[in-house]
């Protein structure tokens, strides 16, 4: 059903899962530290009425490595040489997390070339993103993931170090093994032990070495969305489950789209509900949503 391909974009290999072409053309991007199989549990029904194309990002999965390019202008610049070489009519683009803001900041340059795009949960608020991400506990957790990414442990060694990895809950003083989630279980485990093994350590430095300032220095995204005149859907993780689109970031998007709709998934966090599989009602909004274009 899916094929894997590759595209070059301007000298780093692009791999990319391409589906049958049984409607207009719809790319999957991913977020930070993982591939395009994280898009797996909704692909199966997208590919009925959608000819689907999910990318690795450059450094992660199986695309080339960049090191010291791994700012968000560097991923746009391959997604825009992609849609604008591989399509001869209007793209859908959905994009989670950090793909999100490569999805938006896109559509604003190709704005004939783009016919809608969807945003899952990504973070709009530059500052709050800023103050989350530049916390003592996250450069922690990034400088973790960096050392990971680079260590030569067996599958079964990262699995279990990932499953040690502490996790803040809301409401709760002491975080929790990640192991211990609700929800989670082995087969998840191996399968971000996997996307980790897969990608470029150098893809966190920004993250670990707390230079986020850098790293979004020429990411604007109020102008992005103040530039769509296409149909955007904001997809909100519950804020309470880790979502990191806040109900002000919503409020905030939708004064400045001309066209802009926006769902909570309701008892999905930041993941969408891709994660742990359970996304009828990310296929609910995502699959009515495309049917309205």
């Known amino acids: 059903m899916l094929k894997e391909q590759t595209f070059n974009a301007d000298g780093v290999t692009i791999n990319f899962a391409e589906g049958p072409p049984s409607g207009p053309p ?9 591939r395009w199989q ?21 450094g992660h999965g199986k695309s080339g490595r960049a090191p010291g390019q791994y700012r968000p202008e560097h991923y746009v610049a391959d997604i825009v040489g992609f849609v604008q070489s591989q ?7 959905f994009g989670h997390s950090l793909g999100g803001w490569i999805a938006l900041l896109v559509a604003a340059e ?4 783009v016919r809608a795009i969807i945003l899952g949960d990504p ?9 989350i991400e530049g916390s003592e506990q996250r450069i922690s957790q990034w400088c973790t993931f960096r050392g990971l990414a680079s260590s030569e442990l067996t599958m ?23 192991g ?7 087969v998840h485990l191996r399968g971000w032990a996997k996307a980790l093994s897969q990608v470029d350590p150098d893809a966190a430095e920004y993250h670990a070495e707390g230079r986020l300032n850098e790293y979004v220095e020429k990411v604007d995204l109020d102008t992005a969305l103040r530039r769509m005149t296409c149909p955007v859907l904001l997809l909100q993780g519950d804020p309470s489950q880790g979502g990191l689109l806040s109900d002000s970031d919503v409020e905030h998007a939708l004064s400045l789209l001309s066209d802009g709709l926006h769902v909570q998934l309701e008892g999905a966090g930041h993941d969408l509900g891709l994660a742990t599989w359970k996304v009828a009602p990310l296929l609910r909004a995502v699959t009515g949503f495309l049917e309205s274009l």
């Open 87 to 93: 399509f001869t009519e209007r793209v859908i683009l």
């Open 26 to 34: 719809l790319v999957l991007l991913h977020g930070g530290g993982d």
């Open 156 to 178: 079964p060694e990262l699995v279990s170090a990932l499953a040690d990895l502490p996790v803040p809950v809301p409401g709760q003083d002491t975080p929790i093994r990640y």
């Open 38 to 58: 994280h898009f797996l549990p909704i692909i199966p029904n997208l590919v009925m009425r959608w000819h689907v194309h999910a990318l690795d990002l450059r």
């Open 123 to 131: 973070p709009l608020c530059i500052e709050r993103f800023l103050a």
């Open 180 to 186: 211990d989630l609700p929800g989670m279980d082995a």
């Open 110 to 113: 190709l704005m004939e070339e």
